[in-house]
């Protein structure tokens, strides 16, 4: 059998079809001896040669379209991975838009009868129940344990009670996860 140059783990149609044929044929050839052998015509040495190529063309059959299915279901795997994280680019870039909405309504003050302030805060949420209903999600940190895999310490201080050794104390950027995957780390402060 020619191979391809492609590897063992992407079989061609046209291999598939190969060995399709040859198994075939050794089924031919089997069916061909089991017949004689009852007509006491063919003898036994080459029915066993016959056994073994078609045990052999059988393994190999079965190793191959087990690799293929393999294969298949590998690709079906990566290609849901993709979807799940291919606007992630997208909505880390959205992620200073975030902030931004966020520092805006802070500097507007306390008024709320404000009709632009409310304004903000509508245009704010929806903004922000979009990205939610993406797989955005936002990082629990304030009085939370110190995590490296959620956090980023830009400054350690002494804490103020023994309790608050280890915990955040402050987050002077929020983090995000995007459907689990950490896209933003919380920048946070410590206490020690």
Not at 42 to 52: C, G, K, L, R, Y
Not at 74 to 101: C, H, M, N, P, Y
Not at 130 to 141: I, N, R, V, W, Y
Request: no cysteine.
């Amino acid at each position: 059998m020619v191979k391809s140059g492609k590897s063992k783990e992407q079989p061609t149609n046209a291999e598939l079809h190969e060995e399709q044929n040859e198994l075939h044929e050794a089924e031919t050839i089997s069916e061909t001896v089991n017949a004689g052998d009852s007509q006491n015509t063919v003898s036994e040495e080459p029915a066993n040669e016959t056994t073994q190529k078609y045990n052999e063309l059988n393994d190999k059959y079965l190793r191959l379209y087990s690799d293929f299915d393999n294969y298949r279901k590998r690709v079906i795997k990566e290609k849901v991975e993709l979807s799940k994280t291919a606007s992630e680019d997208v909505i880390s870039g959205l992620l200073s838009v975030l902030d931004d909405f966020e520092r805006a309504i802070g500097a507007m003050g306390e008024n709320d009868e404000d009709p632009v302030k409310h304004g903000i805060i509508l245009i704010f949420n929806k903004f922000k129940s979009t990205l939610m209903q993406k797989g955005l999600a936002e990082t629990e940190s304030m009085g939370k344990e110190f995590d490296t895999d959620f956090h980023e310490a830009i400054a350690n201080i002494p804490a103020p009670s023994e309790e608050l050794k280890n915990k955040i104390l402050d987050v002077t950027q929020k983090g995000y996860t995007l459907n689990g995957k950490v896209i933003r780390f919380a920048k946070v402060v410590v206490g020690i």
